[in-house]
C-alpha cells in the first residue's frame, strides 16, 4: 500500500465522516448516533476503497528486463 494513497482514503473518510456528524447534530439525533455513526462512515469508506482495490500496492513487473 503506498502511504500517500492510505492518507489520501482516510482524509476523504474523515470529510465524510465530520459531514456526517454535522448532520446528525444539526438534527439533534440522540448522542449514541452522534457517536457511532461517523465512525460507521468511516469504516465503510476504508473497506470500500480497500474491496476496489484503490489500496493496492502496484507490482512492477520486471521478467522482460531481465536478459
Not at 460507521?40 to 469508506?45: F, G, L, N, P, S
Request: net charge positive; glycine share 8%.
Amino acid at each position: 500500500m503506498s502511504k500517500s494513497r492510505v492518507a489520501l482514503c482516510m482524509l476523504v473518510a474523515l470529510v465524510i465522516a465530520g459531514g456526517v456528524l454535522a448532520l446528525t447534530i444539526s438534527l439533534e439525533m440522540g448522542s449514541l448516533w452522534i457517536k457511532t455513526l461517523p465512525v460507521t462512515a468511516m469504516v465503510i469508506v476504508y473497506s470500500f476503497a480497500q474491496s476496489s482495490g484503490w489500496l493496492d500496492k502496484k507490482v512492477k513487473d520486471d521478467a522482460g528486463d531481465k536478459g
